[in-house]
């Protein structure tokens, strides 16, 4: 699965996990994150990181629905220092 990306031994990053508009309201997100979730385990994750945009509402929601909770940046995080502003990052441990 291309939208888990591991950055330590132990953990894992969901990273572009998107859903287009057409296909918004399925239930779509769920799945994918949940897939994501279990393919980041079975690398053997046992914390995983996704970040989002501030606005991106519904994403922040889901992955709070999914036990994840804000945290500061991590060392990792690949996104430039000009955008962190804008973005919120999340962990949940397994």
Do not use: W
């Amino acid at each position: 699965m291309t939208c888990v990306k591991m950055i330590r031994e132990d953990v894992a990053e969901i990273k572009r996990l998107y859903v287009r508009p057409a296909g918004r309201g399925q239930g779509l997100g769920r799945a994918l994150a949940e897939r994501a979730m279990e393919a980041a385990r079975t690398l053997g994750a046992k914390r995983m990181f996704p970040d989002s945009l501030k606005g991106m509402t519904a994403a922040r929601r889901l992955y709070a629905d999914l036990g994840f909770t804000e945290i500061a940046a991590y060392p990792e995080t690949q996104n430039p220092p000009q955008i962190h502003p804008f973005t919120v990052l999340m962990a949940r441990d397994f």
